[in-house]
Protein backbone atom coordinates (compact mmCIF):
# COMPACT_ATOMS: atom_id res chain seq x y z
CA UNK A 1 0.00 0.00 0.00
CA UNK A 2 1.21 3.45 -1.14
CA UNK A 3 1.45 5.94 1.44
CA UNK A 4 3.07 9.28 1.13
CA UNK A 5 2.88 11.58 4.12
CA UNK A 6 3.77 15.80 3.99
CA UNK A 7 4.98 17.04 7.18
CA UNK A 8 6.52 20.82 7.83
CA UNK A 9 3.50 23.24 6.70
CA UNK A 10 2.78 25.78 9.04
CA UNK A 11 2.13 29.71 9.90
CA UNK A 12 5.27 32.12 8.85
CA UNK A 13 5.47 35.50 7.99
CA UNK A 14 6.02 37.37 4.49
CA UNK A 15 10.02 36.87 3.60
CA UNK A 16 10.23 33.51 5.72
CA UNK A 17 10.98 30.16 4.99
CA UNK A 18 9.46 26.42 5.49
CA UNK A 19 10.96 22.96 4.97
CA UNK A 20 8.41 20.32 3.45
CA UNK A 21 8.97 17.02 4.18
CA UNK A 22 7.31 14.12 2.29
CA UNK A 23 7.73 10.27 3.48
CA UNK A 24 6.83 7.93 1.46
CA UNK A 25 6.19 3.86 1.82
CA UNK A 26 5.19 1.15 -0.22
CA UNK A 27 6.89 2.04 -3.10
CA UNK A 28 10.15 2.00 -5.06
CA UNK A 29 10.42 5.18 -4.20
CA UNK A 30 13.56 5.67 -6.29
CA UNK A 31 11.84 4.76 -9.92
CA UNK A 32 9.56 7.62 -9.53
CA UNK A 33 9.88 11.05 -10.11
CA UNK A 34 8.27 13.39 -7.44
CA UNK A 35 6.46 16.30 -7.46
CA UNK A 36 5.02 18.89 -5.23
CA UNK A 37 1.46 20.30 -5.78
CA UNK A 38 -0.35 22.99 -4.32
CA UNK A 39 -3.65 24.61 -3.79
CA UNK A 40 -5.14 27.31 -2.46
CA UNK A 41 -9.01 27.92 -1.51
CA UNK A 42 -10.95 28.60 -4.58
CA UNK A 43 -8.30 27.30 -7.02
CA UNK A 44 -7.81 24.45 -8.87
CA UNK A 45 -4.36 22.68 -7.85
CA UNK A 46 -1.06 22.90 -9.96
CA UNK A 47 2.54 21.83 -9.69
CA UNK A 48 4.98 23.30 -7.86
CA UNK A 49 8.28 21.31 -8.60
CA UNK A 50 9.11 17.96 -9.87
CA UNK A 51 12.26 15.86 -9.66
CA UNK A 52 13.12 13.04 -11.52
CA UNK A 53 14.94 9.87 -10.66
CA UNK A 54 18.20 10.87 -11.46
CA UNK A 55 17.97 14.03 -9.56
CA UNK A 56 16.53 16.51 -12.37
CA UNK A 57 14.22 19.39 -10.97
CA UNK A 58 11.58 21.52 -12.32
CA UNK A 59 9.97 24.58 -11.06
CA UNK A 60 7.14 26.41 -11.88
CA UNK A 61 7.75 30.04 -12.88
CA UNK A 62 6.32 31.27 -9.69
CA UNK A 63 8.66 30.01 -7.40
CA UNK A 64 11.80 29.20 -9.88
CA UNK A 65 14.55 30.64 -7.42
CA UNK A 66 12.76 30.68 -3.99
CA UNK A 67 11.73 27.10 -3.82
CA UNK A 68 14.28 23.98 -3.78
CA UNK A 69 13.29 20.50 -4.48
CA UNK A 70 15.50 17.51 -3.34
CA UNK A 71 15.09 13.77 -2.91
CA UNK A 72 17.01 11.40 -0.48
CA UNK A 73 16.49 7.85 -2.14
CA UNK A 74 18.21 6.12 0.80
CA UNK A 75 14.78 7.57 3.26
CA UNK A 76 12.50 7.47 0.84
CA UNK A 77 12.28 11.48 1.33
CA UNK A 78 11.35 14.35 -1.06
CA UNK A 79 11.80 18.00 0.53
CA UNK A 80 10.77 21.41 -0.53
CA UNK A 81 13.01 24.03 0.58
CA UNK A 82 10.81 26.98 0.32
CA UNK A 83 11.90 30.78 1.21
CA UNK A 84 10.78 33.93 0.28
CA UNK A 85 7.68 33.19 0.92
CA UNK A 86 4.57 35.54 -0.18
CA UNK A 87 0.84 35.30 0.81
CA UNK A 88 0.06 34.33 -1.96
CA UNK A 89 2.01 31.17 -1.41
CA UNK A 90 -0.44 30.24 0.97
CA UNK A 91 -1.91 26.89 0.47
CA UNK A 92 -2.42 22.90 1.08
CA UNK A 93 0.84 21.44 -0.34
CA UNK A 94 0.92 17.96 -1.66
CA UNK A 95 3.59 15.35 -2.85
CA UNK A 96 2.74 13.19 -5.49
CA UNK A 97 4.70 10.11 -7.68
CA UNK A 98 3.08 10.95 -10.69
CA UNK A 99 1.19 7.88 -10.46
CA UNK A 100 -1.79 8.52 -8.76
CA UNK A 101 -0.71 8.17 -4.87
CA UNK A 102 -1.34 11.46 -2.80
CA UNK A 103 -0.04 12.81 0.68
CA UNK A 104 -2.69 13.83 2.58
CA UNK A 105 -1.42 17.66 2.09
CA UNK A 106 0.13 19.70 4.60
CA UNK A 107 -0.81 23.67 5.44
CA UNK A 108 1.02 26.58 4.81
CA UNK A 109 -0.35 29.77 5.86
CA UNK A 110 1.93 33.25 5.13
CA UNK A 111 0.84 36.24 6.99
CA UNK A 112 1.72 39.56 5.49
Known amino acids: QVQLVESGGGLVQAGGSLRLSCAAS????????MSWYRQAPGKQRELVAT???????NYAEFVQGRFTIARDDAKNTVSLQMSSLKPEDTAVYYC??????WGQGTQVTVSS
Open 96 to 101: SNRAGS
Open 26 to 33: GIAFRAYT
Open 51 to 57: ITRGGNT
